[in-house]
Antibody, heavy 120, light 106 residues
Framework: VQLVQSGAEVSKPGASVKVSCKAS????????VHWVRRAPGQGLEWMGW????????KSARKFQGRITMTRATTTSTAYMELSGLRSGDTALYFC??????????????WGQGTQVTVSS | DIQMTQSPSTLSASIGDRVTITCRAS??????LAWYQQKPGKAPKLLIY???YLQSGVPSRFSGSGSGTEFTLSISSLQADDFATYYC????????FGQGTTVDMK
């Protein structure tokens, strides 16, 4: 099982960033993919999930209206786009494979992380 | 939303010490709790799920216990590789993490 994320990004305030997460070694459509971030000096923060089979998504209230999660089943890749970036969005972003479903899940495999830096 | 509170925030310990970290939920989550270890700049690593089940490949010095609102992660004999930050995660519906406990060298 492997989740490989896209490379580091530097974006300006107000812009958007899109991070990819390519899965291999398991059936991509069989497991939800979640997004989690860790800002400097902060703890882990859950952002949302996507069901790669149906495309259904759910996001944390804090990110509603700013986060878009999509997937491409032909390439086993999940995407997370965050818009309206501000300095507080500077963080290391992770995708994670879930064990569970929409009623709750823990994460048994993680991507390596994508550093997103928001700076003018 | 269910809030998770870990204690302590920082714990200083020596090699060979027994270490215990506590996680409290703002309401009952049965045993829908996981524990992770994270090192700087790295992805979290799953240690424990369902409050007390050891993830495959995780050393047996790690153990978890609890149910309802109070949970603990214990390391029976701290090793050099265990200096890291530990997070609890509730997954009874929308998930949430505790704020983390950093285990550093005394």
């Amino acid at each position: 099982v492997q989740l490989v994320q896209s490379g580091a990004e530097v974006s300006k305030p107000g812009a958007s960033v899109k991070v990819s997460c390519k899965a291999s070694g398991y059936s991509f459509t069989g497991r939800y993919v979640h997004w989690v971030r860790r800002a400097p000096g902060q703890g882990l923060e859950w952002m949302g999930w996507i069901n790669p089979d149906s495309g259904e998504t759910k996001s944390a209230r804090k990110f509603q209206g700013r986060i878009t999660m999509t997937r491409a089943t032909t390439t086993s890749t999940a995407y997370m786009e965050l818009s309206g970036l501000r300095s507080g969005d500077t963080a290391l972003y992770f995708c994670a494979r879930a064990f569970g479903d929409s009623s709750g899940a823990y994460f048994d495999s993680w991507g390596q992380g994508t550093q997103v830096t928001v700076s003018s | 939303d269910i809030q998770m509170t870990q204690s302590p925030s920082t714990l200083s310990a020596s090699i060979g010490d027994r270490v215990t970290i506590t996680c409290r939920a703002s309401q009952s989550i049965s045993t829908w709790l996981a524990w992770y270890q994270q090192k700087p700049g790295k992805a979290p690593k799953l240690l424990i799920y369902a409050a007390s089940y050891l993830q495959s490949g995780v050393p047996s010095r790690f153990s978890g216990s609890g149910s309802g609102t109070e949970f603990t992660l214990s390391i029976s004999s701290l090793q050099a590789d265990d200096f890291a930050t530990y997070y609890c995660q509730q997954y009874d519906g929308d998930t949430a993490f505790g704020q983390g406990t950093t285990v550093d060298m005394k």
